[in-house]
């Protein structure tokens, strides 16, 4: 079993483009990802900590519509 581990803000982007995500976009803030008509907001951090990736990956959770595990995570 995996475990959860930072993750650099470039690696973040190319996993959630093997989601099927396109981006990222230049927003106002924040540059963002998008998955069919859903947004994301990347954070500008060059490395996100544990606790933040979580939170992340709870919300693009809720816009592709399942849980993506550790495993599945450092697998893409």
Known sequence: MSHWSPCKRRE???RL?????DGP???T???FMVYQ????AIPSNAEYSVPQLR???REVAS????EI???EWNRL
Not at 17 to 21: E, I, K, P, T, Y
Not at 63 to 66: F, K, L, R, T
């Open 69 to 71: 595990t550790a495993d």
């Open 17 to 21: 483009r093997a989601l099927g995500f």
């Open 12 to 14: 973040f982007i190319r």
């Open 25 to 27: 976009f230049s927003g």
């Open 55 to 57: 939170a992340m990956l």
């Open 29 to 31: 803030r924040h540059q």
């Open 37 to 40: 008509q859903r947004r994301l």
């Open 63 to 66: 816009i592709i519509g399942y």
